[in-house]
């Protein structure tokens, strides 16, 4: 066994409103129509997880261009 084991998801849902919002963002997803919507989520998604800046920082690059 690895020490320390690799964690089974990259999200932190350490507090009761991140499992909200996560519950949220699964709902959002089923809705997402258009590819814009869908890359909306996939960023929404992102901000819970534990490295958040990396997709913060790739999503704001793309805005820019």
Known sequence: ???PPKPKTPYILDKAQD???FKKLAALS???A???ERRLV???YSQLE???RTPLELFI???LK
């Open 61 to 63: 690059n793309k805005l």
């Open 34 to 36: 258009n590819p814009a």
């Open 1 to 3: 066994m690895k020490f």
């Open 50 to 52: 534990r490295d958040w």
């Open 42 to 44: 996939r960023f929404l």
């Open 30 to 32: 089923k809705r997402a």
């Open 19 to 21: 499992k909200r919002i």
